[in-house]
């Protein structure tokens, strides 16, 4: 990536990611908190295809169509750009299921994370799709699940 890299922040919540980097941020969410936020459903921007560098779901994927915000996300970045996923680990049933399952949507993953029980951040970078063997389209997200402390 030459340059500053561009943001796409879906699912921004108040844009806390455009207030702290001096980089080219479009934040999206279907509520306009602030100045910075433009109201969107993920799985429809208004971007243009391969148009931004880094792709983030900061606990975002909470649509019972959390695979179109993927496939929406895939078509707006650049060829070799980063998807980072950030999720409540008790919505993900098994890590290696849905990091297979991104995968073949047309991802290969750089970093895997989990740094502590509450939390797993995965980093992909787009590449070119896998043979469809159902992985993506079976991909299922628990509820998130908060205990009492």
């Known amino acids: 990536m030459a340059g500053d890299p ?27 908190h602030n100045e910075h936020v433009i109201v969107a459903n993920s799985s429809k921007v208004p971007l243009g295809d391969k148009s931004v560098d880094i792709a983030v779901f900061c606990l975002s994927l909470m649509g019972t169509d959390f695979k179109e ?3 929406e996300a ?12 950030a999720e409540v680990s008790s919505r ?14 047309g991802f290969a993953v750089l970093e895997q994370n989990q740094p502590n029980s509450y939390f797993t951040e995965v980093v992909f ?24 402390r």
Request: hydrophobic share 40%; with cysteine; aromatic share 8%.
């Open 74 to 85: 895939r078509r707006v970045l650049r060829s070799k750009g980063k998807l980072i996923v």
């Open 69 to 71: 915000f993927i496939r």
């Open 92 to 105: 993900i049933p098994d890590v290696t299921e849905f990091v297979h399952g991104v995968e073949e949507l």
């Open 125 to 148: 970078k787009k590449t070119k799709p896998k043979e469809n063997k159902g992985k993506f389209e079976s991909l299922s997200l628990k509820p998130c699940s908060y205990k009492k």
């Open 6 to 32: 561009v943001v796409a922040d879906f699912g921004c919540g108040d844009a806390k990611i455009a207030q702290s980097l001096k980089n080219a941020v479009f934040s999206f969410d279907l509520v306009k």
